[in-house]
């Protein structure tokens, strides 16, 4: 079974340029989450999305927005890059949302490096 | 929020050794887990354990939820269980927002 895959892998921008990463969860997985994760620390959350709607959101600036589209994959859009963006950003899914079920595992897939110049 | 403090913070051991890392946790939790992220950033499902023991070949964890803690034993260490090892918890309440620990850098020496 494939497992979450994350699109592209590596990516240079300019600070000011947008960025959009793509996620496409595990099959039959409908929730849907992004974290940043910064050289040093541990994965911070920013969004989760369930049945294309936002679930929860993270302590970050507007610049930073998402999506779920109907096949339940999402995207992650930053706007006005700054040097501090450049991360490792990190898209989990899991079962969890449907129906009051909660706490389930979630599985993360490959990242996409971000470098802002 | 949820604090989630792991130690040690860097582990170096020789190869063959075992080892036992520690996650603490501030508030009851209906997920707990642990990951090992690899040297390309992978992170890497070990054990969903919000509470109980599980056991897999040289891993093993058990969380203590009444008690807040969890640990992981790595045992008969390889150079390829080297990397950072995280503990990452949600609160039985809110979305689903995983709150990870600083993490263990495990050092495996040949």
């Known amino acids: 079974d494939a497992g979450v895959t994350q699109s592209p892998t590596h990516l240079i921008k300019t600070r000011g340029q947008q960025v959009t990463l793509r996620c496409s969860p595990i099959s039959g997985h409908k929730s849907v989450s992004w974290y940043q994760q910064v050289l040093g620390q541990g994965p911070q959350f920013i969004f989760q999305y369930y049945e294309k709607e936002e679930r929860g959101r993270g302590n970050f600036p507007d610049r930073f927005s998402a999506r779920q589209f109907p096949n339940y994959s999402s995207e992650l859009n930053v706007n006005a890059l700054l040097l501090g963006d450049s991360a490792l950003y990190l898209c989990?899914?899991?079962?969890?949302?449907?129906?009051?079920?909660?706490?389930?595992?979630?599985?993360f897939g490959p990242g996409t490096r971000l470098l802002v110049l | 929020g949820i604090q989630v403090e792991q130690s040690p913070p860097d582990l170096i051991l020789q190869e063959g050794a075992n080892s036992t890392l520690r996650c603490n946790f501030s508030?009851?939790?209906?997920?707990l887990q642990w990951f090992h992220q690899n040297p390309w950033g992978q992170l890497i499902n070990l054990f969903y354990?919000?509470?109980g023991t599980k056991q897999n070949g040289r891993l093993s964890a058990t969380t203590v939820a009444t008690e807040r803690y969890s640990l992981l034993y790595i045992s008969s260490s390889q150079t390829t269980d080297s990397g950072v090892y995280f503990c990452?918890?949600?609160?039985?309440?809110?979305?689903?927002?995983?709150?990870f620990g600083t993490g263990t850098r495990l050092t495996i020496i040949p």
């Open positions: 354990i919000p509470s």
């Open positions: 989990a899914s899991s079962l969890e949302g449907a129906g009051g079920v909660t706490g389930e595992t979630q599985y």
């Open positions: 508030d009851s939790v209906n997920n």
């Open positions: 990452a918890v949600r609160p039985p309440f809110g979305n689903e927002k995983l709150t």
